[in-house]
């Protein structure tokens, strides 16, 4: 891992608080602010406040925690690790499992300038649009459900009874998010299955997160999942972004992203409520 570098991992934090403030509200918890969704689509998290002058304490968490409970919201917090270090025990101490996964950094020069075969950026104008992001959505469904990079059964026949038909508004709302500039999709087809591999890009200001990158078990170990991150990001580089980044689930799927361009720079947590086990 580089060394960190203070002022991007600031620019990191400052969208990590920006982006959800397109479709949300903030609730301030002592050090924590609790991002709420206004309307339908996935819910966000709670996170160490930009301008807090104290960290976040067990009973921010807790408070914070009671709140997403009270919404029916997952209780979920994310931070980086660097910008908050002394975070990770108090979250543990509160009842949290925390995953350290690697936060990583495009450096543009090191993007291959090869073109992905297969892969297409969603187009907001196509009469398949709404098929396209059922489809794409489907896959990200079945693969983060099979999470790793090992290769599976599931495959075309799983993502087909994992879609979900969306309705004429949240279609409206994708496609205004594309044409705004906060948002883009990916997707990998291979001939005769379809569309088996999916990523997203989402931007506040110039920066771009590369997320929910995702191949059906049945099709990986092909390429696949680089190919689609490469074009999100070479998307982000040509639109103006500064900065594109993204966290991997582990080192395994860090080094897909290290092929396309990627390099370490930090730790992002992702914080959840334990497992509460039975005793023997």
Do not use: K
């Not at 972004?241 to 390099?263: E, I, K, N, P, Q």
């Amino acid at each position: 891992m580089t060394t960190p570098d203070p002022a991007l991992l600031r620019r990191l934090e400052t969208f990590y608080d920006a982006l959800p403030r397109f479709s949300a509200h903030a609730e301030d918890f002592g050090g924590l602010v609790l991002f709420v969704r206004d309307g339908a689509g996935w819910p966000f998290y709670a996170r160490p406040r930009l301008d807090g002058a104290e960290p976040p304490s067990a009973a921010d968490i807790m408070a914070a925690r009671e709140r997403q409970r009270e919404l029916g919201l997952p209780e979920a917090f994310e931070w980086v690790h660097e910008n908050s270090p002394d975070l990770l025990p108090v979250a543990r101490s509160a009842g949290l499992a925390v995953l350290e996964a690697p936060l990583m950094v495009l450096d543009p020069a090191a993007l291959p300038t090869t073109a992905a075969p297969g892969v297409r950026l969603l187009d907001p104008a196509s009469a398949t649009f709404a098929a396209d992001t059922e489809l794409s959505r489907a896959v990200a469904a079945v693969g983060f459900g099979t999470p790793g990079t090992a290769a599976g059964a599931a495959g075309p026949a799983e993502r087909d009874a994992a879609r979900v038909e969306i309705d004429a508004a949240a279609v409206d709302d994708e496609r205004a998010a594309i044409v705004g500039g906060r948002r883009f999709t990916a997707v990998a087809t291979v001939p005769d299955a379809g569309v088996v591999a999916s990523g997203i890009g989402m931007r506040a200001g110039d920066v771009v997160e590369i997320a929910g990158v995702a191949t059906l078990p049945a099709f990986r170990r092909r390429g696949l999942g680089a190919a689609v991150t490469l074009t999100l990001a070479r998307h982000a580089l040509d639109s103006g972004a500064g900065v594109v980044f993204l966290s991997a689930s582990d080192m395994d799927v860090a080094r897909v992203y290290l092929s396309v361009g990627f390099r370490r720079v930090g730790t992002a947590c992702i914080a959840e409520p334990a497992p509460v086990t039975a005793p023997a």
